[in-house]
């Protein structure tokens, strides 16, 4: 079973980046059943989709975000990383990964999830 667990900073300053990894386990991040995913959820709202990176490394973000964020992997590692630049009190929330099976078109897997707080 793919285990998934995410890593980085509880506590970022406004205009700063954010920056979280999420290492795999038990899956190969370059398999072609699976897309690997982050998904935020901010206080009192439901969890939003942010955006996934593929087998192939090409990755795909939601409009909203395109401009100041970017999702990397690092294959040697098994790892997929989430970077959110210029951020603000908005971009407060638990930040989760996921692993997106294919052929399911679902969710299969989630990270424990890890609060990020953006505060000065």
């Known amino acids: 079973q793919v285990q998934l667990r995410e890593s980085g900073l509880g506590l970022v300053k406004p205009s700063q980046t954010l920056s979280l990894s999420c290492t795999v386990s038990?899956?190969?991040?370059?398999?072609?059943?699976?897309?690997w995913s982050w998904i935020r959820q901010p206080p009192g709202k439901g969890p939003e989709w942010m955006g996934v990176?593929?087998?192939?490394?090409?990755?795909y973000l939601t409009p909203s975000l395109k401009r100041r964020a970017s999702i990397s992997r690092d294959t040697a590692k098994n790892q997929f990383s989430l970077q959110l630049d210029s951020v603000t009190p908005e971009d407060t929330a638990v930040y989760y990964c996921?692993?997106?099976?294919?052929?399911?078109?679902?969710?299969?897997?989630w990270g424990q999830g890890t609060q990020v707080t953006v505060s000065s």
């Open positions: 996921a692993t997106y099976g294919l052929e399911s078109r679902a969710v299969l897997y």
């Open positions: 038990g899956g190969s991040i370059t398999t072609a059943y699976y897309a």
């Open positions: 990176i593929d087998s192939d490394g090409i990755n």
